[in-house]
């Protein structure tokens, strides 16, 4: 049996960033697994960490059984609580050991995808115990590793693959979440119209339709007339979109037009990542 084709391009998606995160960690010295991420409170250690931890969740590892220091003040709720489980229980992992279980799990987590033969919708254990398709399931892995491999290579300093395979499912997971951005966060007016402009590695032009009873909806057709429009670079969408940076730290990389109490709603509600 071979995947699925629905499922194959997540997994070349989190083939190409996890080997990416590998050889991207495999030279580091013991200080620069310290070194901080883009992550609140977490360093590449502690990245590298969630990565294993949430791959071993999907080979269906049971979770370690570890209690959490109280000091941690970038945990405040139960879907942190639940991410630094695995993250913390290798806090004082060397970096020889981080990089030999990080092989190891991408051997097993490659196995694993060669022999899967379940359909698309099959049920499987999301984060916190939720049931999900195992389509989502890869979905959610392949942008979350891309996600990380970008932090990591923002904390080493080694830009990259803005437009791997990764990118691309980056790119559809984060427009997929536009229209609640739009139409409930920022609560753009009903009967209204806001096109994003996004150039770089990866290019595309996207309106949001707010329909009369203020729902949202995506669409590739230009707007005429729109409320506002957003032109920004994709490396500045997904850093605004991942709550890796707040919009003031960007202004100058993010060209507004149109109502500027609803472009400012927009871009405060942008992050859509926990």
């Known amino acids: 049996m071979s995947l699925h084709p629905t499922l194959q391009p997540y997994a070349d998606a989190w083939t190409h ?7 991207l960690v495999q030279p580091l010295v013991e200080g620069e697994w310290n070194r901080r ?9 502690d990245l590298v960490s969630h990565v294993i931890g949430l791959d071993c ?4 590892d049971p979770r370690p059984i570890h209690t959490l220091p109280r000091d941690l003040f970038h945990v405040t ?8 489980m695995q993250v913390d229980v290798r806090r004082h992992h060397t970096a020889p ?9 991408i051997i097993r987590r490659n196995r694993q995808l060669r022999n899967e033969s379940r359909e698309p919708g099959a049920k499987v254990r999301g984060p916190l115990g939720a049931e999900i398709t195992l389509e989502a399931a890869m979905r959610n892995r392949a942008f979350d590793v891309w996600v990380h491999e970008q932090d990591l290579r923002a904390a080493l300093g ?9 990118a691309q499912v980056a790119r559809d997971v984060l427009l997929a979440a536009l229209p609640k951005v739009v139409a409930k966060d920022a609560g753009a007016p009903r009967s209204s119209a806001i096109v994003f402009d996004v150039h770089g590695p990866i290019e595309f032009l996207r309106t949001i339709r707010v329909d009369i009873q203020g729902r949202g909806t995506l669409e590739t057709a230009p707007a005429l007339g729109p409320a506002a429009t957003l032109t920004l670079d994709w490396e ?3 850093r605004l979109a ?3 940076v707040a919009p003031e730290a960007v202004a100058d990389r993010v060209k507004t037009e149109g109502d500027p109490e609803l472009t400012t709603a927009i871009l405060r509600h942008f992050a859509v990542t926990q």
């Open 242 to 244: 991942c709550g890796r």
């Open 77 to 84: 709720n139960e879907h942190q609580r639940y991410m630094e």
């Open 37 to 45: 991420t883009p992550c609140p409170g977490w360093s590449v250690r």
């Open 236 to 238: 500045t969408f997904v």
């Open 97 to 105: 050991e981080m990089t030999a279980e990080l092989e190891y799990t």
């Open 158 to 166: 080694r830009p990259g693959n803005l437009d791997s395979p990764g």
């Open 57 to 60: 969740e999907m080979l269906g």
């Open 17 to 23: 960033s996890i080997e990416a995160i590998s050889e």
